[in-house]
């Protein structure tokens, strides 16, 4: 009977007055700015590390050891610095989710393709016209990768803070319900996670085959029929 009562209390609570919409949109302002910091600071060490060789061989180790070091095991020094605010939440958020843009990107600028390499000097091409015409176009799948890593990582982290220290979220909503040994609440809680987790990653996947469009067959099919559109439009004008 318990758990029938549950399962039926699930959804009332995910729609109901208990399941606040501004605890949902709390975590996911909390994730996004940490997730674009953390892709910024990922990236933008990747971009130096991938043209500065003493550079790479001493930040890697760091990013190791920050990615390695568990986000809970952090999360008192965190709060300490930050306070209770949404400003520890994004800091956690920060932490655990640069590591991926930087590996990856990092992976995909150092791939070196020889044939590209001599047809770029052999038009006397600069290194600046290297790098945005091949280069970070050759390593966009890999960076792609890296950023739906670090948006599912930004929402853990996201979560993990709230459950230390948090005055609203998903996280300080499931811990609540779960001392009052609310199942319903919590299970609704765990659902709204989990929704939460698929829907930013949905978003991740829609951009990259939009963006990485030659990886895929029917992408470049897409993008071949809207050149011919535009091109029949344009004839038609003329």
């Known amino acids: 009977f318990f758990k029938q009562k549950t399962a039926y209390e699930i959804p009332l609570r995910l729609v109901g007055a208990e399941m606040c919409i501004r605890d949902s949109f709390a975590t996911l302002a909390q994730m996004s700015i940490g997730f674009c910091y953390g892709i910024i600071i990922g990236n933008t060490l990747a971009i130096i590390a991938a043209f500065n060789e003493t550079f790479r061989r001493y930040i890697a180790p760091y990013a190791v050891v920050f990615n390695v070091t568990p986000g809970i095991a952090v999360l008192p020094l965190i709060i300490a610095w930050f306070g209770f605010g949404w400003e520890s939440k994004i800091a956690l958020a920060t932490l655990v989710c640069f590591f991926p843009p930087f590996i990856n990107t990092l992976t995909g600028l150092l791939k070196k393709n020889d044939e590209a390499i001599e047809l770029f000097q052999t038009i006397g091409a600069t290194h600046s016209q290297y790098f945005w015409k091949q280069q970070l176009p050759n390593a966009l ?9 670090a948006i599912t990582t930004a929402l853990l982290g996201t979560i993990v803070a709230q459950f230390g220290s948090a005055t609203e979220g998903v996280g300080i909503l499931m811990q609540r319900f779960a001392f009052r040994l609310d199942m319903a609440g919590s299970f609704a809680s765990l659902v709204t996670m989990a929704i939460m987790g698929l829907l930013v990653f949905t978003i991740a996947e829609v951009l990259d085959r939009r963006i990485v469009f030659w990886r895929d067959t029917k992408g470049l099919e897409r993008v071949s029929r ?13």
């Not at 960076?143 to 890593?149: H, Q």
């Not at 809207?226 to 003329?238: A, F």
Request: no cysteine.
């Open 141 to 149: 799948p890999e960076i792609f990768a890296g950023l739906k890593l």
């Open 226 to 238: 809207k050149k011919q559109r535009k091109l029949s439009s344009n004839d038609l004008s003329l």
